[in-house]
Structure formats: C-alpha cells, structure tokens
C-alpha cells in the first residue's frame, strides 16, 4: 500500500513570491506521482505527471515539481505566484507497472495568494 | 477535449433512501473510479472499474456499490444513506495505466 502526506494544510503567499508545496510519498514499489489542482467549486484538474526519465517535470500555468527518489517527495514549486493560483492543491501517487487500480490522494494545500 | 459528467451538482437526501450517483465520460476510457472528498481528509477511492461489468473496491467501499453496464456510465449506489455519507462525490474516468485521471465537476451530497 502507498501513502502520500503533504506537510502543510495552509500556505500563505504574497502575490509575485515564490512557493514551494511540499509532498512526501511512502511505497513498497515503485509509483507514479501526480499533483492536480481544484478551483472553488470545480473538480479536479492534472498539473503534472511523473512516469519515468527526468526528475524535473514541467506542468501547466507555470507550475514544475521535482522527483527525488532518495527522500521519496515530489515537491511542487512555482517562481511567482498570481492570485488566480489561490486554489486547493493535491499530491497523488498510484502503482506504477501496470494495474488499473486508482489514485492515492494527500489531504490537500490550500495556496492562499495575499495581494 | 475529454469531458466526464456528473447527473447532479447538488442532492438532498433522506436518511434511509437509495440514491444513485451517476458519471458519464466521452472519450471511450477503459477504466473509471469514484472517489470521496472531506475537508481535511482528502479524495479517497470508493471504487473503480477497469471494464464494463468489472468492478474493484477500493479503499472505503462499505456502504457503497458501482454498476457498470456500459463503457461510457458508472454508476455509485448507496444502497441505504446515512448522515455520514454526507461528503462531495468525484467521478473520474482514464485511457489506461499511464493516462492521467479526468474528473467531473463533483455531486454534493446531503443526507438528512
């Protein structure tokens, strides 16, 4: 079985700052890792997606997340943040090598952008 | 674009009733879950189903079953709801293994 949990339930940023979103996975075998991002009242879309090959994945609006095995996380950064990317963040981890077996969800970040 | 949508946004229910949740998706996806989501817990597997008429428990199956009599639909039953079955409900639906998960605008549900 796999577990995802993500340090923090609350980051405040001022607008234009950097963030960092921080997630630790635990596994027995290998995963792929996921981080999506809801808006108020709308479900759930992919930001990005590790499978394989380099540790630094490039997503949507700005958004990268590197891999690193070791200290098995999956942090999500961002250079500078807009108030658009106030939202709810989750880390997510499922089997890799087959299986169609759903995702492991953390409990969430909610990135509050501070003008 | 893939789109998965959820019969209702929002539900009232009684303590008691059976109440079917449906999810439709557009893109002739193999496999298809349903998830709950709480504040402070996160989005947990109900269950999922890798093809028609097949079905998985996933993490918190009780109180729940799914119906998957075709490719497009799967259905989440709560054979007899109880308060605290009180949650959102997302559909979600994927390709295959290295697919991302696409998911629908969520069913609130309120059990009374």
């Known amino acids: 079985a796999q577990s995802v949990t993500q340090l923090d339930s609350q980051v405040p940023v001022f607008e234009e700052a950097p963030v960092e979103l921080r997630c630790n996975y635990s596994s027995s075998v290998s995963v792929y890792l996921f981080w999506y991002v809801q808006y108020p009242n709308q479900g759930l879309q992919l930001l990005l997606k590790y499978l394989s090959g380099s540790t630094l994945v490039k997503g949507i609006n700005g958004f990268e997340a590197e891999f690193n095995k070791s200290q098995t996380s999956f942090h999500l950064r961002k250079p500078s943040v807009h108030i658009s990317d106030t939202a709810e963040y989750f880390c997510?981890?499922?089997?890799?090598?087959?299986?169609?077996?759903?995702?492991?969800f953390g409990k969430g970040t909610h990135l509050i952008i501070q003008p | 674009d893939v789109k998965v949508t959820q019969s209702s946004r929002y539900l009232v229910k009684r303590t008691g009733e059976k109440v079917f949740l449906e999810c439709v998706q557009d893109m002739d996806h193999e496999n298809m879950f349903w998830y709950r989501q709480d504040p402070g817990l996160g989005l947990r597997l109900i269950y999922f189903s890798y093809d028609v008429k097949m079905k998985e428990k996933g993490d918190i199956p009780e109180g729940y079953s799914v119906s998957r009599e075709k490719k497009e639909r799967f259905s989440l039953i709560l054979e007899s709801a109880s308060t605290n079955q009180t949650s959102m409900y997302l559909c979600?639906?994927?390709?295959?293994?290295?697919?991302?998960?696409?998911f629908g605008p969520g069913t609130r549900l309120t059990v009374l």
């Open positions: 997510a981890v499922s089997r890799s090598g087959g299986g169609a077996d759903g995702l492991t």
């Open positions: 979600a639906s994927r390709e295959g293994v290295l697919y991302e998960q696409f």
